[in-house]
């Protein structure tokens, strides 16, 4: 069965620094990979997703993930963060059949402070 | 506007009562899944619908029935609530191999 871990339950940056959320999975095959934005009272927004090819993808508002299939991890990145992207970022990986829906994470809380 | 809309946003209903949430999709999407989110938990798939009347059982389907009678809608129903039912609830939809489209959440709270 797949699963997905993120080791860090909240981190805390200030403005302009830069952002690593780490996240690693357990799969049998091929991931297909994804990391959702979680802004308080809202639903999960699409930040990027992972099928093949190139192991750094490039998602919205700057963040960018690297695929390292060695080390089974997936993990989120920014180079300068703004109080904006306070909000909770989930890890997700896809099961095998692709209509089963997502396995997610617990979630890491992203603090950014002035 | 792709979207999925989910009613009501916050629902407040006693132990025992019966509970029906409700999920529209406006992009003909096949599948939909239903979603409850706890802290410490994370998301959890409770249902999955892969098209009309085709419901599949998702992780924790317990206490949970659910209804699609019309592509765009998908229901989500509680008989006789349990306050461990108290939770957030998401409905997403998704089409082959689209992205995963997720709604606003139903905030429930079982008293």
């Known amino acids: 069965a797949q699963s997905v871990t993120q080791p860090d339950a909240r981190v805390t940056v200030s403005e302009g620094a830069s952002l690593q959320l780490r996240c690693k999975y357990s799969?049998?095959?091929?991931?297909?990979l994804f990391w959702y934005v979680q802004y308080p009272r809202q639903g999960l927004q699409l930040l990027l997703k992972?099928?093949?090819?190139?192991?750094v993808v490039q998602g919205v508002n700057g963040f960018e993930a690297e695929f390292i299939k060695s080390n089974s991890s997936f993990h989120l990145r920014k180079a300068s963060v703004h109080w904006s992207d306070s909000a909770v970022y989930f890890c997700?990986?896809?099961?095998?059949?692709?209509?089963?829906?997502?396995?997610f994470g617990l979630g890491t809380r992203v603090s950014v402070f002035p | 506007d792709m979207k999925v809309t989910q009613m009501p946003r916050y629902l407040i209903k006693r132990m025992g009562e019966n509970v029906l949430l409700e999920c529209g999709q406006d992009m003909s999407h096949e599948t939909m899944y239903w979603y409850r989110q706890d802290p410490g938990l994370g998301l959890q798939l409770i249902y999955i619908?892969?098209?009309?009347?085709?419901?599949s059982e998702g992780d924790i389907p317990k206490g949970y029935r659910v209804s699609r009678k019309k592509r765009e809608h998908f229901s989500l129903i509680l008989d006789s609530a349990k306050t461990n039912q108290t939770s957030v609830y998401f409905c997403?939809?998704?089409?082959?191999?689209?992205?995963?489209?997720f709604g606003s959440g139903t905030r429930l709270l079982v008293i």
């Open positions: 992972y099928y093949s090819g190139d192991p």
């Open positions: 619908s892969y098209d009309v009347d085709s419901n």
């Open positions: 799969y049998s095959g091929t991931p297909y």
């Open positions: 997403a939809s998704s089409q082959g191999n689209s992205d995963y489209t």
């Open positions: 997700a990986v896809r099961k095998n059949n692709y209509a089963q829906g997502l396995t």
